[in-house]
């Protein structure tokens, strides 16, 4: 088990300066900061936020205190307070909290990556979530290997590895993690997959959340091909798109530029029905005064003389 860790982390053998490993203090990150001190001795701090969301979270921040004392590897805390806005979901805006405080002490201390302990067993249950909201490959591939967030490098190492597996490893080791009791509240639909589907679709499929975990690389690997298409056809439409030129493109193409152009200007695909809305007005828009306008996140896209524009909320602000 240490060797097959260990080859998880040899990716990044190379990398130059020091690494962080974001631990919450639950088995899966103590696991990836325990493997990665033996590996990179030296090299390696800890980074720990403290959302203050539960009573067990001065518990967290103690164990991984005194783990990080133990090891003598540096640890950086972060006590942070996740405010949501009226509608949105409080454990998004924790977890967005918690990217931009492991992205600011990364800068702060120089870390040059951050390395998360999401594994196998999440990333099936991400793409089954994924499915349950009729998502395409995008949405299919799950969480990245690999992404930069706030100007920082992070990356998930443990993505092939099983929990169960991480779990057992700590306790041959005899190494002590905290269980997080909100994880067995069944409300929260991730945890009802955890519980319920993941171990009804495991047990008469063995090597189920492998195959997830594979067929969500060749998602991505699909994803970035249909990115590397959408590059293509929006340079030949120009910046922004003019709408003739998105009019030569096919049904498929046209939507699949659409989805890389607003992620890219609003920060945000579009709806299903919001793409299909704004495809047939792109296709309709044969006359001067055809007006364009679809909401898409906080702007909208308006048709601005031959071209789309997309108008975030404070340029809509301006123009009112």
């Given at each position: 088990m240490n060797e097959r860790l260990q080859a998880a982390l040899a990716p990044w053998d190379a990398v130059a300066g020091p690494l962080a490993?974001?631990?919450?203090g639950g088995a899966d990150s103590v696991a990836l900061l325990l493997a990665a001190h033996r590996r990179w001795p030296g090299k390696v701090a800890a980074v720990h936020v403290n959302h203050g969301l539960?009573?067990?979270?001065?518990?967290?921040?103690?164990?991984?205190?005194?783990?990080?004392a133990t090891l003598g590897v540096p640890l950086h805390i972060r006590r942070v307070v996740a405010a949501h806005a009226s509608g949105d979901s409080p454990e998004d805006a924790a977890r967005q909290a918690r990217y931009r405080a492991l992205a600011d002490m990364a800068q702060t201390h120089d870390l040059s990556h951050v390395l998360l302990a999401q594994h196998a067993d999440d990333q099936a249950e991400t793409?089954?979530?994924?499915?349950?909201?009729?998502?395409?490959?995008?949405?299919?591939?799950?969480?990245?290997?690999?992404?930069?967030?706030?100007?920082?490098?992070?990356v998930r190492p443990w993505l092939t590895q099983r929990s169960t597996d991480l779990r057992a490893w700590l306790t041959a080791q005899g190494q002590a993690w905290c269980d997080d009791p909100s994880n067995q509240d069944t409300r929260y639909t991730r945890n009802r997959l955890r519980h319920t589907v993941l171990p009804a679709l495991d047990t008469p499929f063995p090597g189920?959340?492998?195959?997830?975990?594979?067929?969500?690389?060749?998602?991505?690997?699909?994803d970035s091909l249909l990115d590397e298409l959408a590059q293509i056809d929006l340079l030949q439409t120009g910046s922004p798109p003019a709408i003739v030129a998105l009019q030569a493109l096919s049904d498929a193409r046209l939507a699949n530029a659409l989805r890389h152009w607003l992620r890219t200007e609003a920060g945000r695909a579009p709806s299903t029905a919001q793409l299909h809305e704004l495809m047939a007005q792109i296709r309709d828009c044969r006359t001067r005064g055809h007006r364009i306008a679809i909401k898409v996140g906080e702007g909208q896209v308006l048709r601005e003389g031959i071209r789309l524009a997309y108008l975030g909320p404070v340029r809509q602000g301006l123009e009112r």
């Open positions: 490993v974001a631990c919450s539960q009573a067990a979270a001065a518990d967290f921040e103690q164990l991984v205190t005194a783990t990080s793409v089954l979530l994924a499915l349950s909201r009729g998502a395409g490959v995008s949405g299919l591939a799950g969480m990245p290997l690999e992404m930069v967030r706030h100007g920082v490098h992070f189920f959340v492998a195959c997830v975990a594979r067929s969500a690389a060749h998602c991505a690997q699909a």
